[in-house]
């Protein structure tokens, strides 16, 4: 079992970034696949980005496309997800998973993962 603590969440106006990051403890996230989802109030939580371990291949909603960049740090056994260009609708709380083994047409695939973090805010004022 792997556990994920996210942090860097916080108040930003319309524009501006922010930097992400899942930890994980309790084994190397070897051979994993961390994905990033998101759930705005009175919202379904909904999938946001992701990447994969091995070889680093990356998924991205079209939403954040071109703003958002999901990167994995090895020897910190960290994924960030850097947001730029905010905006008001990216308002939510974030949360990473983790699951091993993952095909990459699964990856956004909320269902697939079985270690979650607690999650961050994150608010975009316009």
């Known amino acids: 079992q792997v556990q994920l603590v996210e942090s860097g969440g916080g108040s930003v106006q319309a524009g501006g970034s922010l930097r992400l990051s899942c930890v994980a403890s309790?084994?190397?996230?070897?051979?994993?696949?961390v994905g990033w989802f998101r759930q705005a109030p009175g919202k379904e939580r909904e999938f946001v980005a992701a990447?994969?371990?091995?070889?680093?291949?990356?998924v991205y909603a079209d939403a954040v496309k071109g703003r958002f960049t999901t990167s994995k740090d090895n020897a910190k056994n960290t994924v960030s997800l850097q947001m730029n260009s905010l905006k008001p609708d990216d308002t939510a709380v974030y949360y990473c998973?983790?699951?091993?083994?993952?095909?990459?047409?699964?990856?956004?695939?909320?269902?697939?993962?079985?270690?979650w973090g607690q999650g961050t805010q994150v608010i975009v004022s316009s």
């Open positions: 998973a983790a699951q091993p083994r993952m095909i990459l047409s699964d990856l956004p695939r909320e269902y697939r993962y079985s270690n």
């Open positions: 309790g084994r190397t996230l070897s051979g994993y696949a």
């Open positions: 990447i994969r371990w091995t070889g680093g291949a990356t």
